[in-house]
């Protein structure tokens, strides 16, 4: 299985953003795990943003409540992370992630490449 992220750029704050990442190969199964997005920023370790099940029980970041928004296409094996009022701390390499049928976790599953997002101030 391969993910394969897109979407990141250089936004100023209070803008949006919108991150896409398909997963391609891989047995049709896929289509039931978990699928998320971490953050790595320079210095820091890599963190959870949100995370969405196949049924759409959807997991946020507190950073993020309120202002980001995980969506999922299971049929189209993709995951979306909708980001709005951004903030200069948002700024990180953000990943997506393909975790098992219940969750994703930051040392397990499957990673894409990561895409940068930039947010000035």
């Known amino acids: 299985v391969q993910l394969q992220a897109s979407g990141g750029g250089l936004v100023p704050a209070g803008g949006s953003l919108q991150l896409s990442c398909v997963a391609s190969g891989g047995r049709l199964r896929i289509i039931y795990n978990a699928m998320g997005w971490y953050r790595q920023a320079p210095g820091k370790e890599r963190e959870l943003v949100a995370d969405i099940t196949y049924g759409g029980a959807a997991n946020y970041a507190d950073s993020v409540k309120g202002r980001f928004t995980i969506s999922r296409d299971s049929a189209k094996k993709m995951v979306y992370l909708q980001m709005n009022n951004l903030e200069p701390e948002d700024t990180a390499v953000y990943y997506c992630?393909?975790?098992?049928?219940?969750?994703?976790?930051?040392?397990?599953?499957?990673w894409g490449q990561g895409t940068l997002v930039t947010v000035s101030s």
């Open positions: 992630n393909l975790g098992d049928t219940q969750s994703t976790t930051v040392t397990g599953g499957i």
